[in-house]
């Protein structure tokens, strides 16, 4: 199957197309099994869409069958996702009178983060209110609440933000139902072989690398050398991180000559990581980039490039 364009940078560009709206709702509605339209795409800073940004998010207002409207936040995760998620989805509530008859926030983050809890590849977060003595929830026989903004309302816990965390990172490939295709694009930047739903055919065509013009193109390359650098520098403040806590349970005073070695090795270490962080960029133009082009911004020889997409 060919390569795609990453999930990431598809949402921040050719998803955020009207065209392409039914891409997304087939994402959402399949994720949430809730049957959505898309509105419109809130405009906001969160919808950022340059190469260099940090963040991949896209806020959506959609209605349901019901005519009932929701804000989707979808957003790409790295490191401290779970503050960013806390910290948008609060920033989704509005007192402006077009806001005020929202049914509900749902926040959907797709982490490729190393999370070590937890062995699924989707989680589903909501907010409940339970008795501290009693352990009931407060919605339980009709219970009334007073509220921040009202005298009195009836609680409905429906109106408080909902989260699903999507780990890609975790399916193991094989495709059992809607959402597991949507994994394993997540995943793999491609479609499944065994993929049947009809949206993939959407997403194979408007997602296809080869339709891309030379500038969309140019662009998609900086975002994805942008990723690879951002990934290597967490993965050497991790280990740098891990190597000072080693550091500091050692017990001082070690000789000059010890405190050379170190040095020694610290620097053979660096090179490693240089040397490393080629071949990461390198793999990951592989799709997008021909082995000249590839060796001149990574400075490794063409035949070494060769040698790594006979390997792919």
Not at 263 to 286: N, S
Not at 299 to 304: D, R
């Amino acid at each position: 199957m060919q390569k795609l364009i990453r999930f990431d940078w598809a949402i921040k560009t050719v998803l955020r197309k009207k065209d392409n709206f039914d891409i997304l709702e087939a994402f959402i509605s399949d994720l949430t099994n809730i049957d959505v339209k898309i509105q419109e795409i809130l405009e906001s800073e969160s919808n950022q869409q340059e190469a260099h940004d940090k963040f991949n998010r896209v806020d959506i207002l959609v209605r349901d069958e019901n005519n009932n409207r929701y804000i989707i936040e979808i957003q790409n995760n790295e490191e401290d996702y779970l503050e960013s998620v806390l910290f948008s989805t609060s920033n989704k509530i509005s007192l402006e009178e077009d806001y005020k008859n929202i049914k509900k926030v749902i926040s959907i983050n797709i982490d490729y983060s190393e999370f070590d809890e937890g062995e699924e590849c989707i989680y589903h977060g909501k907010t409940e209110f339970v008795g501290m003595q009693t352990k009931t929830k407060l919605n339980e026989n009709s219970q009334i609440m007073l509220a921040t903004y009202e005298p009195y309302h009836e609680y409905d816990p429906k109106v408080f933000p909902e989260y699903y965390i999507i780990m890609p990172n975790r399916f193991t490939g094989e495709t059992k139902d809607k959402f597991d295709e949507w994994l394993y694009l997540l995943k793999n930047s491609e479609i499944s072989s065994t993929a049947t739903s009809q949206v993939m055919n959407r997403v194979d065509e408007q997602l296809n690398i080869l339709k891309m013009s030379k500038e969309e193109r140019k662009t998609y390359e900086r975002f994805v050398e942008n990723q690879v650098i951002h990934d290597t520098q967490m993965e050497t403040a991790e280990a740098k991180g891990r190597e000072e806590g080693r550091k500091e349970g050692r017990k001082e005073g070690r000789k000059e000559g010890r405190k050379e070695g170190r040095k020694e090795g610290m620097q053979k270490g660096l090179e490693k990581g240089i040397a490393q962080t080629k071949l990461q960029l390198a793999t990951a133009l592989l799709d997008i980039l021909d082995d000249e082009t590839i060796a001149l911004k990574t400075g490794l020889p063409v035949s070494e490039v060769a040698s790594l997409r006979n390997q792919a």
